[in-house]
């Protein structure tokens, strides 16, 4: 008598693969629309920031007396660096906004003899020498020109739009397309300041308008103006010597 093997049914397992299978995608396409609704969400927000990062910034004319200062340590810098005090405001905001590290600032004797800054690093008559430029690598610093320079070629780029065309206070930036100076190199910044002799504080300098939150309003200078407006000194402002690193260091030639 033939042997009869009962035959399986296997449509009730399929039929709970398939309704797994639907919940799977269900479940998926349900998370798809959440996050679409979240990137839409944050669109605008997206948008004001990179136009706040882009926009200008009022400036105004500081001619309250300068004094050459050590870096506040809430700024990533080098040890010993120090600048005018004038311009400290300016660096507080850009170090909250911007991942950067201070180099080099005053570059120059002190009142008690002793010298701070790269000593010889900086052409004759550069910002250096008044303590209104600043040399700037990543806060994570690097010799290429790789990922941790994207800060640093962020804040480039709203300082300088245009190049050879800074936006105020800015008087030069030096950074990709300057000899000695860009990506995997270092950034200068140096403000508009008026005529002052090497290692002399000038009489005013012009600043970002800011405080360490944001945005101030532009209030009137205690000193009374001069009739006439202000202009910055010609001449090149930050410069290139003929020696440099070519690349990060403690100290960095070039401006």
Avoid at 47 to 62: D, F, K, S
Avoid at 169 to 182: E, I, L, Q, S
Avoid at 200 to 221: D, H, I, M, R, Y
Wanted: charged residues 20%; contains cysteine; aromatic residues 8%.
């Amino acid at each position: 008598m033939p042997v009869r093997i009962p035959q399986q049914d296997s449509r009730a397992g399929r039929r709970t693969a398939d309704k797994a299978g639907v919940s799977h995608r269900l479940f998926a396409h349900s998370w798809a629309r959440v996050l679409a609704v979240f990137a839409a969400s944050l669109a605008p927000l997206l948008a004001i920031c990179a136009y706040a990062e882009a926009a200008p910034i009022p400036t105004r004319i500081v001619y309250t007396a300068g004094k050459i200062v050590p870096i506040p340590a809430s700024i990533p810098h080098a040890e010993g660096d120090m600048v005018d005090q004038r311009i400290v405001p300016n660096l507080r905001w850009i170090a909250k906004r911007y991942p950067i590290y201070i180099t080099d600032g005053y570059s120059g004797p002190l009142p008690n003899g002793e010298h701070v800054g790269c000593n010889g690093c900086h052409v004759r008559n550069s910002d250096h020498y008044n303590g209104l430029a600043v040399d700037v690598v990543p806060a994570n610093p690097s010799s290429t020109c790789d990922a941790r320079w994207a800060g640093i070629t962020r804040l480039a780029e709203w300082a300088e739009p245009v190049q050879e065309e800074p936006r105020p206070p800015f008087r030069w930036v030096g950074y990709d397309g300057d000899a000695g100076h860009g990506c995997g190199n270092h950034l200068h910044l140096s403000w508009n300041h008026a005529s002052a002799p090497m290692f002399q504080l000038a009489e005013w300098v012009e600043v970002l308008s800011v405080n360490f939150s944001g945005v101030k309003p532009v209030t009137a200078p205690k000193k009374k103006k001069p009739r006439s407006a202000p202009r910055a000194p010609s001449g090149p402002p930050g410069g290139v010597s003929q020696s440099s690193t070519g690349g990060v260091s403690a100290r960095l030639a070039g401006d």
